[in-house]
């Protein structure tokens, strides 16, 4: 007996061990996902592009499979979190796929963050199997993934997102259902774009304060609180005082999000002059070889124009 | 006994009616905080440009003088919270300007936003007759200056910061000495800075939402607590929902704002192109007749070159 | 015997007859520029995607083939001017496409506008098959092409630049190789990057002069000779005066070239805002249906944030 | 006989001696011209703030005064050419300045760059003295200076500008009356908005042209007789091949004016994006001790950003 199979009501879903969970994509954000769903009781069946990411699912209580189509085989509901639209792609259509191996009734959730046009035509050509897709991108970071508190925007039917909720709570703290298919791609792309331009925010003040001879550190503390608030300077302004530019999140995985953020807004025929902006002075610290260093590192490009440089005591 | 005489030791200022208060400027914000500072046991003479602000201050306890010389005679610590740098040189230096009945000794307090170069150089020459000057601008709007819940950013020596620490906890809720004369300034354009920013991040992502088919509300449900989260996604996004472009903070006052922050930056040698791009776009609203409206209105900016409308629902 | 063959000299190549032409892409450009091939005694055979282009070519005295890899077998020389690099890889190894007609010796010449890393990548895969490529884009519009007097940039081997000389000098007047396979690209994107840019500047002057009252025809003539002349300002801004806003370059075509740029800009790690920020601006336009408007339409984003509109007289 | 009281004719304006001319500002460009307006047969009195260039004016057979009230006096024509708004301000309304020498029926010329607004000002206050005024700023740099080919932007009524049209055919070559008073300046501020956004163009197509491995001076061969022309890439561009950026225009200077470009549009409510981000970039020039080098030095902004500097032979 299927869990998920149309004519079960959600009320039914009471065993998480019921639900085979399948798994693609044990990387940093994947592999502590992984291990968030064995911890709450579902089945994991995995498979991964290299090794060692699946010998630390395995670790956890996973079971590997030997291609993609084996793991959709195994699992009532399939789960990928890879980089790139065409990632998402090859899992699906490429050699050994999992569409293959996708039951109808079977449920695809696609956690990476890619192009909603994509996953449109992704959920479109699932549909014709008899297989439900869900876009449900995550905010959060390595920490989020780890304690199981992402945010999870989910784009769907209703019904599909219901199904899958179970799952998305053992992953998550704020799960939003925010449209049709796709929907959930666009909200995460607004996300990058909204943060992306708030860490141009927190580079142009930070560099003010500090040119005009102002502790950035005083500066902070008068700001952060009020009308001027935000994540970005509340979290990642405290590090560039320290100079310290680890990721958080890497400027080539921000660059790719706002690569596909105006991709969507080129096809919306819609102007983001200040995401543009952003994502043009990121090349900046692309040049400089900075592809793995934290988002942060943009306040850099507006110090080296202005010749100073953060740092706490102004 | 005149309380702020330097001999005076800080912990003597214990009682609030000791220390007379002068207050030029009985605008949105001047009038609440001068019955903040009423309220608090202070005696205030006030002064301003037009009537109605001088009757509503007289009606909760002020006292009127003539001139702001008149009023500055009758005060050991003036405050001034006009619009722009003119205003303050005006008061100060004008025709029965304040500068000549303040006494050696006294000190003077600007909570205007204006130029910190403006701000250093009215210092100076208040120094040469011995009167200390602090820059004191504020954040949190009509609502915070009723509620004495104002940020205030206080520039100026760390004695008479000390000193005057009682009359802005009568004001503010957040008192942060960030520097000396004209640091309060800067960091105060560093807030508007920042704020300017934060407002194209949200006119960006909302329109990308509305215009991708993606309901904004849901899009601010899912993105605004996490890492893209800022105070004018919380504050003023859902009054763009409810189309709904009222002050809040005026486009008039933003620009004089980043035209202050612009100038700063000229005279620093120092790019901030998101700062000068969001005043660019404000300038299409302003000639649009927007003036007076909130900030919030920068969105429709952004939905003017989209061809859309950001609504809840979508 | 080929003319083309490595062993014949240049010298030999005396009689344009002997080479034979393929010619792939009947529109707007490649119509009359197949037609001066003709003019000048290359026998041209062609091959289009859509009748209409075909018919007035075989009016020209082209001869027709039923398929690219038809055209390719009956030519020393195969043209190519379409629309973007899949439509160039669609005519080389799509179905029926014209790399498996070509013989060793044979030399492919892409006049469109690419990618210059497709660019790069074809002509990798011709070489594996003994054919040489040529980039070979142009500029100077549907004018030049009639004319015969287009610019020309040409990417390649100097030898095989030579060898097609008499071609492109049936084409067009400046014709200059401006390096290896790919640079021909590169070329035609600095000059799209520049001249979308130009038209920036073109319609902040024309905006600026019209909403201070001056008569921009006036502004025109004054500086359109100096430091500020360029050809946008001195032949697509008296059209602004006209409201004349029909191609010359379509809107949609610059924004693909500009596309083009930025992917390249992105690939090369070379932050470009002005080109980003044009880019961006377009799109309102986009959105305003101008798709197939001249690029000069541009000065109706500037105009629509002024709330003025650009008139001889003023 | 005054040569231009109102009832004199234009035609009765044959000789030039009989027009006596006061030049204030003996600058770069102040000296030659006032050489050339010698050198045309005008008597000539001049003044300036620094001796060198009265001692150099004084060899050209130029007459010294006291004063801009003295050499007002023996004028019926006075020029001046100095810096910026205040300057002229100074020369007019401050001590003994010229305002007071200048008797009904005179003509005041200034051919500095200024603020449009503040000339309207100015020519309001010297019309209740019966003194007309017209602006005149120029184009084409110390060369043009030299050889009396400026381009000549004047603003002012049409019989005044008559009048002094054989002092402008003395020093320049295009002589356009572009409107009333202050259209002068307007067109000015329109001829450097538009050249500081070619030169963006300019910078952001050489470093494309390098980093892609394309030699910028071939680049410059096949672009810039065509659709992507500007006097920029024909004159600068050169000179940055060379690494040769020794002004031509100083940097100092051009931001003077992009200032006063941006306070124009402040004041007309205008957004210039472009012209705000080329601003913008040209601080990180000021603050790297760039001021007083020419204004192609734009290049090496982008080229910081980019990691590769432009050069012959890429």
């Known amino acids: 007996m299927l869990p998920f199979a149309g004519e079960l009501s959600v009320r039914k879903l009471v065993t998480a061990s ?3 969970v399948g798994f693609i994509g044990l990387g940093i954000m994947g592999l502590p996902m992984a291990a968030n769903l ?8 995995v498979w991964n592009r290299s090794r060692p990411g699946i ?8 079971t ?9 085989r195994s699992s009532d509901v399939l789960i990928t979190i890879v980089t790139d639209s065409p990632d998402v792609e090859a899992v699906l259509f490429g050699p050994d796929g999992a569409a293959d191996g996708l039951r109808p009734g079977a449920v695809f959730i696609d956690m990476s963050t890619i192009s909603p046009a994509v996953t449109r035509d992704l959920a479109g050509r699932l549909a014709q199997r008899g297989v439900a897709m869900l876009d449900a991108p995550v905010s959060g970071g390595e920490g989020g993934a780890r304690s199981g508190t992402l945010a999870i925007m989910v784009g769907g039917e209703r019904e599909v997102v219901e199904r899958a909720r179970p799952l998305f709570e053992a992953l998550g703290k704020t799960i939003v259902h925010v449209g049709p298919v796709g929907a959930g791609q666009t909200v995460k792309l607004c996300n990058q774009v909204a943060g992306a331009i708030h860490l141009l925010a ?10 005009a001879g102002v502790d950035p550190a005083k500066m902070l503390e008068a700001v952060s609180s009020g009308a001027a608030a935000s994540w970005m300077l509340s979290n990642l302004a405290p ?3 320290d100079r310290d ?7 080539r995985l921000q660059q790719k999000d706002l690569r596909l953020a105006l991709a969507a807004a080129q096809e919306l025929e819609l102007a983001l002059p200040g995401t543009a902006l952003v994502h043009q002075l990121f090349h900046a610290l692309e040049a400089d070889g900075a592809q793995d260093e934290g988002t942060q590192a943009l306040v850099r490009t507006i110090e080296a124009m202005a010749g100073v440089e953060v740092r706490r005591g102004g």
């Open 245 to 251: 530019f680890a990721p958080g999140f890497m400027i």
């Open 55 to 62: 010998e630390a699912a395995l670790a956890s209580g996973a």
């Open 64 to 72: 590997e499979a030997a291609s993609p189509r084996a793991v959709a």
């Open 18 to 20: 019921q639900v085979r």
């Open 202 to 211: 927190m580079s142009e003040c930070l560099v003010l304060a500090q040119k």
């Open 239 to 241: 590090r560039v005082l």
């Open 38 to 45: 064995l911890r709450s009781g579902f089945p994991v069946t």
